[in-house]
């Protein structure tokens, strides 16, 4: 029965993705569209700007009048009156003067084409936005009906699991006093058992998390102290670009600073890693950490030895057989393991390893979710993605430095990338706009913030039962905070100081600092040191100094993002 459904859940998957493809195909389509209308009419533009510079050249008796019959030609109007004009001047038998009314008449014609382009202009290019927004739209309800229809999937198999598990139970087996050699063998079997059940006891109860930062905080305290470790962590494979990327780690040690953190990654086929799957190996026992790097010369091998660990056990973690990342114990002893503790490992994470499935699942339909709208974001704005890029690296570098919790960085560097969505509600002649915004135009844009929370608010009443509240609040916070001010003086709100969210105010910081050294059309783009100075000016004002200082600490960091995504 199972498998019939996961053949339809393929076969829902492969016609939801061949549709996606054809829709963003069309959007590609319709995004040439623009680009081919705004040229022209660009092109147009410059012609017009270029006719008029003559005519006023011709007006002030600086160019001769026929200067302008090449021009009337090219843009349709009747020369004939103008010819006959031209003739009587030289005749002189006209003045100048009704020659110039001649050429104040071409001038109107000039403006009312003008005027006609832009129209025309403006409704083909209102109608592709449209067109663009009904199919995104169409994208973002694909992706919701996929998801849950998956989510329906993943719901069944885990009711049914339960159902199984509830209806299991092995009471705990007496261990009789040993008479004979044979019972000390039978003993251990016994504990065996009643040490299995016991861990299936704890873990069948334990909460379903969101994210993978809270499985690995959730499990890994049990885990080490069940195989006296003193690191758990998880890493993942993208078998897209053949590579193994480390997750959090969790370390019961104290004092121990992370050498491999969150984002290390390798090619896993140049790893010890990608040998097991060729191998189809399900666990590795390294006893002697030191002796290994001697002979590999591993980087990530060197990194837990810097953490004072001295032997690894490894289990590889699949879904319906096929890998998706690795289990990783670290114990600070040497030959701490043994091959009845990778059974025992390799068992518990055939629970485990559903649980962390689910978990990177709603994980990266809600990044799925958020790089969908920062793209509709990017069709409408004048803003390239390498500003979102870099805002969201500026935003996790300067999270790094303070030391904030692994989930609540990841979620800066994924939602950061939202701060702007309420932008898509702004009109295109005050978005677009390339100079300055009078006063009028610049109270409407600055009500993209509370638009952008209006759209949140909303996904946040359909995301409540998959997604954590708190997630959900730091999501909002981002979009809601990013142009308040230490000081007070910011909007939409005003607040002030630690009302500001952390997180508002390491956007705010990342997208000034981003927008002083970005070039734009009303402006040119400030060096970076100079850049850097006035952010440090600005600390206790408009920037919380703590940010500011995290900010300068990194500054070495933050060129390197700003050098590698400069427009």
């Given amino acids: 029965m199972y498998v019939k459904k996961m053949r339809s859940i393929r076969k829902c998957l492969k016609t939801s993705t061949i549709i996606a493809i054809i829709l963003v195909l069309y959007i590609f389509s319709i995004l040439g569209f623009i680009v081919r209308k705004i040229e022209t009419f660009e092109n147009v533009y410059k012609d017009l700007r270029a006719c008029f510079s003559v005519i006023n050249e011709v007006v002030a008796g600086r160019q001769s009048f026929d200067k302008l019959l090449p021009m009337m030609e090219r843009f349709g109007y009747d020369t004939t009156r103008y010819h006959g004009l031209l003739k009587a001047l030289e005749e002189s038998s006209i003045p100048r003067e009704e020659v110039t009314v001649e050429v104040r008449n071409f001038a109107n014609f000039l403006r009312k084409y003008e005027l006609e382009k832009l129209r025309l202009h403006n409704v083909a290019v209102r109608t592709a936005y449209v067109s663009l927004i009904i199919v995104s739209t169409l994208i973002l309800l694909l992706l919701a009906i996929t998801t849950n229809r998956v989510k329906r999937y993943i719901v069944k198999i885990l009711d049914k699991v339960k159902e199984i598990s509830d ?73 897209e670009n053949e590579e193994v990327i480390a997750e959090v ?72 057989s096929r890998p998706f990342g690795f289990f990783f114990l670290s114990s600070e002893r040497e030959n701490n393991y043994t091959e009845q503790d990778a059974k025992l490992f390799a068992s ?31 069709f409408k704005d004048n803003e390239t993605g390498n500003h979102i890029r870099r805002v969201s690296l500026y935003a996790k570098i300067i999270a790094e430095e303070l030391a904030l919790s692994p ?16 932008k898509v ?36 009443q359909n995301a409540r039962n998959i997604m954590e509240p708190k997630s959900l609040e730091t999501m909002k916070n981002i979009i809601a905070d990013h142009h308040e001010r230490w000081d007070g003086r910011g909007y939409p709100v005003g607040k002030k100081g630690e009302e500001i969210s952390i997180e508002g105010r390491i956007v705010a910081l990342a997208d000034v600092f981003d927008a002083l050294t970005t070039k734009r059309p009303y402006k040119e783009a400030i060096p970076f040191d100079e850049a850097v100075k006035i952010i440090q000016q600005e600390s206790g004002s408009h920037f919380d100094p703590k940010v500011v200082e995290a900010f300068v600490k990194r500054i070495k960091d933050i060129r390197n993002v700003y050098e590698a995504l400069k427009d």
Wanted: net charge neutral.
């Fill in 348 to 378: 518990i994470l055939n629970i485990l390893s559903y649980r962390l499935f689910y978990s990177l699942t709603i994980q990266r339909l809600l990044s799925h979710f958020g790089n969908s709208l920062v793209n509709l974001v990017e």
């Fill in 167 to 239: 209806n299991i139970y092995i009471s705990p087996i007496p261990v009789g006093k040993p008479e004979f050699l044979e019972d000390f063998s039978l003993n251990r079997s016994i504990e065996s058992i009643n040490l299995v059940q016991s861990i299936y006891n704890a873990f069948k109860h334990a909460p379903i998390n969101t994210s993978i930062e809270d499985f690995i905080f959730t499990v890994g305290p049990y885990l080490c102290s069940l195989f006296n470790s003193q690191r758990f962590s998880v890493a993942l494979i993208d078998w």
């Fill in 249 to 320: 780690a969790y370390i019961s040690k104290p004092g121990v600073e992370p050498r491999l953190k969150a984002g290390f990654v390798q090619k896993l086929y140049e790893t010890s890693l990608g040998d097991m799957i060729k191998n189809n190996q399900t666990t590795r026992i390294i006893n002697n950490l030191s002796e290994r790097y001697e002979k590999t010369k591993s980087p990530s091998t060197k990194l837990i030895l810097d953490e004072g660990f001295r032997s690894s056990l490894t289990v590889v973690a699949t879904i319906n």
């Fill in 425 to 460: 509600g702004i009109p295109d002649s005050i978005l677009l706009k390339p100079g300055k915004l009078d006063p009028e135009e610049w109270e409407i844009m600055k009500t993209h913030v509370e638009k952008g929370v209006k759209i949140i608010e909303e996904f946040q």
């Fill in 407 to 422: 989930k609540l960085i990841r979620e800066i560097y994924e939602f950061s990338p939202l701060h702007d969505i309420g």
